[in-house]
């Protein structure tokens, strides 16, 4: 059985860092052609997807936000972390943990619960 | 990148077809046939119904069908069912940036 499951601050103040993480189960990370990433969906706004690792260390990073935005894993842990700089009112959002089964793949076929951040001081 | 545009609310009574539209543009829905669709019940993890514009996981009821004409790809629910009510979300793969946009999702309410 598949899951991931998000976890992190449910606020941050404005200029802060928020740290995100996702622990996943039922896969690992270090299978050919799988990702993990993040995506995000501001209250009552579209989904934004934010990035993706790969199994292979490559990092691909949406475009809107890709200078404030680090992920990174752990695959002895089965986790992948987010890093979004300068947090403002903008990003309160629920952020989800996604997978991509392969690169070949162009859909995530598993997502996380989601879990609501808040940028509020 | 922008959006897709999907409506906020779709509903239907038990047993007709719906129709949930996803509007995008060249370099995205009507790009390429990269189209998902997405189920989300309220408090739970969203749930791929459709992938490759047509394509359904296995395990998905066959009552879910997706198409796409030009830059407007469609979710069609058929004998709708009270299960079925929940937000549904489309997203396309997209080469500008090599990125995924997605809709804002539908509601769907079963009358």
């Known amino acids: 059985q598949i899951t991931l499951k998000e976890s992190g601050p449910t606020v941050v103040k404005p200029t802060q860092t928020l740290t995100l993480t996702c622990t996943f189960s039922?896969?690992?990370?270090?299978?050919?052609?799988?990702?993990v990433g993040w995506i995000r969906q501001p209250p009552g706004k579209a989904l934004e997807w934010l990035a993706l690792?790969?199994?292979?260390?490559?990092?691909r990073y949406g475009p809107s936000l890709k200078n404030r935005l680090t992920i990174s894993k752990d695959t002895s842990k089965n986790q992948v972390i987010l890093t979004l700089t300068n947090m403002g009112p903008v990003d309160t959002a629920t952020y989800f943990c996604v997978r991509r089964r392969h690169y070949g793949d162009f859909y995530f076929d598993y997502w996380g619960q989601g879990t609501l951040v808040t940028v509020s001081s | 990148q922008s959006a897709l545009t999907q409506p906020a609310s779709v509903s239907g009574s038990p047993g007709q077809s719906i129709t949930i539209s996803c509007t995008g543009t060249s370099t995205d829905v009507g790009g390429y046939d990269y189209v998902s669709w997405y189920q989300q019940h309220p408090g739970t993890a969203p749930k791929v119904i459709i992938y490759d514009v047509s394509s359904r996981p296995s395990g998905v009821s066959n009552r879910f069908s997706g198409s796409k004409s030009g830059n407007t790809a469609s979710l069609t629910i058929s004998g709708l069912q009270a299960e079925d009510e929940a937000d549904y979300f489309c997203?396309?793969?997209?080469?500008?940036?090599?990125?995924?946009?997605f809709g804002g999702g539908t509601k769907v309410t079963v009358l």
């Open positions: 690792i790969y199994w292979d260390d490559i990092e």
């Open positions: 039922g896969f690992s990370l270090s299978t050919g052609g799988v990702g």
């Open positions: 997203g396309s793969y997209t080469t500008i940036s090599t990125a995924w946009v």
